[in-house]
């Protein structure tokens, strides 16, 4: 069955400021450290010393994150950035009418780049169309090949990702997406449900 095909993807990178607090048994970790320093150079007046503290603990930590999907929901028209968009109000899509999905993967890996003094992470996607009983109607492996570099592990990433299902009858369906972070070599998946309604 062949009702579907991609119409966009596209990702952006942001980098946010992130607040951290001590573990659960009462010892201070590197999060918590970084904490107290970017609140006592902010403290001090440097904002900008503050901010870069706390980003570079959190680059550090999220290596020992598992890769995983944090967010995946239908979304009305384009993303203005990470987390800033509008949820659609239901699962229930018209004949003819695109599938957006707004998607965050964290935990990317990240290696040094072939230019020197950068890093690069690269990612793909792949997406199957399933029934409701499980059997894959449609599946489209490598439509999106993404490679970033930089100077820092951005963590806050987040993809957008546009079917069209033009054709597929009237019924409920499984969208699901598999990244797959080809650094680590893992693949985190997710499942949107959604019901392509009558005419």
């Not at 003819?96 to 999905?101: A, D, F, M, P, Q």
């Not at 990240?110 to 792949?126: A, C």
Request: aromatic share 12%.
């Amino acid at each position: 069955m062949r009702w579907f095909r991609l119409k966009e993807l596209r990702t952006v990178w942001l980098a946010s400021l992130l607040a951290a607090t001590s573990a659960a048994s009462g010892h201070a970790g590197p999060l918590a450290e970084a904490a107290a320093k970017a609140e006592s150079l902010a403290q001090a007046g440097d904002a900008v010393g503050a901010y870069d503290a706390m980003r570079s603990a959190m680059s550090d930590f999220s290596v020992k994150l598992p890769f995983s999907i944090g967010k995946a929901v239908f979304v009305r028209g384009e993303p203005a950035g990470y987390a800033m968009y509008d949820t659609k109000d239901t699962s229930i899509f018209k004949p003819g009418e695109t599938l957006v999905s707004y998607v965050e993967p964290i935990g990317l890996n990240w290696v040094p780049s072939t230019t020197q003094g950068k890093i690069q992470t690269n990612f793909t996607v792949d997406f199957d169309i399933l029934n409701k009983q499980g059997e894959v109607l449609a599946s489209q492996k490598g439509f999106g090949n993404f490679t970033f570099n930089g100077y820092f592990r951005n963590q806050e990433i987040y993809a957008t990702l546009s079917i069209d299902v033009t054709g597929a009858p009237a019924g409920d369906y499984i969208l699901r997406f598999h990244f797959n972070d080809t650094n680590s070599k893992k693949t985190a998946s997710v499942e949107q449900p959604f019901t392509v309604s009558g005419p």
